[in-house]
């Protein structure tokens, strides 16, 4: 067995508190933020995931000094003035790094070259360089828009800009090209995504327009630096509810959680699916909503992920899948066509590993049909290199008869290194 690898053995049930790292797409708005803000920004429990460190380093070499201590970090803002880096920007697996800073980026007076790891390298770039370019940058790219990107930046002029697929990442980067521009920059969204990205700019002072699917932002405005304490990462708490969901003794408690209605989807599908879930000491901050889940396992019924929900759970779509199998009715999945390009393509890894564990698995372009009522035995399988393929199937193997080997289970460090380590503190065999 490599030493990236782990074994995942049968549990009788899950019990306990777990408290989640800052969640990831907050962090990385409030590192970007913070850092072409006026003054310092504070924040606690920043995420401690690989994708967010890509965001801190990146900053580092725009000029951006920022002191971390443990979950804490302070940055010093720059003022909407970044510094010309002097080597390539090292994004690392990151889609929301390069997809996000590119928007701060195309404002400034410089050239800046934008390189992530072979998984980064083959993921299409096209729907950020399209509207960017539009606005006044200047942005090559390998074959098919992908990285590495030079982006040149420039004096920007607002655009309107309806979005071709619901991506929250590239609504972010238009929103953040939009401070540097002149006029109004507006953006309709065919399908609702999250809002982290208005959010965001709202805690640091900027205005923001939102009007049901369309949301715009005036250029010019200046950020001042805030203190936040970034709420626990409901997409990694997908994995923990889920696990919970598999066994109906289970007892789980979650405080201080992400309850974002656009990113609360997965509690509606999980208690549609069986799980009892009750929230309790909500609080706002920045326009988060925060608070406190109690869990309960139950008999899983099964569900239909499509249209809205797909866009609303894509990040949460792999573990879904992979508990497909232990519903009464199946799992399908249809209209998630954009789990092809993430870090690896998650229907084919999700199929893959699946029938490896002996499950039946329909595999169409754009989803998944599983059915329910189906026993799994455990496998050797791939992480395809992939944080959420990983966690998914470390969940999957729980109910699964015998032991399984989980290939590049390290991939995991990308937006939760604890993962493995906290899970196995939670089990009961």
Not at 15 to 26: A, T
Not at 41 to 46: D, H, I, P, R, S
Not at 86 to 98: A, E, F, K, V, Y
Not at 354 to 371: Q, T, Y
Request: aromatic letters at 4%; hydrophobic letters at 40%.
């Amino acid at each position: 067995m490599q030493s990236n690898d782990i074994v995942i053995r049968p549990a009788k049930g899950l019990s306990g508190s777990v408290r989640l790292p800052g969640d990831k797409s907050i962090s990385h708005r409030y590192a970007m933020l913070g850092g072409i803000a006026e003054g310092t920004t504070k924040l606690e429990n920043f995420s401690t995931g690989a994708d967010c460190a890509s965001t801190l380093g990146c900053l580092r070499s725009l000029g951006v000094k920022w002191e971390r201590n443990g979950g804490s970090i302070a940055i010093q803002g720059r003022s909407s003035k970044l510094q010309a880096p002097n080597s390539p920007l090292d994004c690392g697996n990151s889609g929301s790094t390069i997809r996000m800073l590119s928007g701060i980026l195309a404002g400034q007076d410089f050239t800046s070259e934008l390189v992530g790891d072979e998984s980064l390298s083959r993921r299409p770039m096209a729907r950020i360089i399209a509207p960017l370019e539009m606005m006044g940058a200047k942005i090559e790219a390998r074959d098919g828009g992908r990285p590495p990107l030079r982006l040149t930046g420039s004096h920007l002029k607002a655009i309107d800009y309806k979005l071709p697929v619901p991506s929250a990442q590239v609504k972010t980067s238009l929103l953040f090209a939009g401070l540097f521009a002149d006029g109004t920059t507006r953006i309709e969204e065919p399908i609702q995504t999250r809002d982290h990205g208005e959010l965001a700019l709202q805690a640091f002072g900027a205005q923001v327009d939102r009007r049901m699917r369309e949301v715009s932002i005036n250029g010019g405005q200046k950020l001042q630096a805030i203190e936040a304490t970034i709420p626990g990462d409901i997409s990694s708490a997908a994995f923990f509810l889920c696990a919970a969901g598999l066994f109906p003794n289970s007892q789980l408690t979650v405080p201080g959680l992400l309850l974002n209605p656009t990113r609360a989807r997965l509690l509606d599908m999980l208690i549609g699916l069986g799980v009892r879930i009750t929230m309790a000491d909500l609080q706002e901050h920045h326009g988060e909503l925060i608070g406190t889940l109690q869990v309960q396992g139950g008999s899983l019924k099964g569900a239909r992920i499509r249209g809205g929900d797909s866009a609303a759970l894509i990040d949460e779509i792999p573990v879904l899948a992979a508990i497909g199998p232990y519903t009464s009715d199946g799992v399908e999945i249809r209209d998630a066509r954009e789990l092809r390009v993430k870090e690896s393509d998650r229907i084919a890894s999700v199929a893959k590993n699946l029938r490896l564990m002996g499950a039946e698995v329909e595999e169409f372009d754009d989803g998944l049909r599983i059915p329910g009522g189906q026993r799994l035995h455990g496998a050797s399988l791939d992480s395809f290199g992939d944080h959420r393929i990983a966690m998914a199937f470390a969940v999957a193997a729980l109910r699964a008869e015998g032991d399984t080997q989980i290939q590049g289970a390290d991939a995991a460090v990308i937006s939760y290194p604890e993962f493995f380590k906290v899970m196995e503190g939670l089990l009961e065999r």
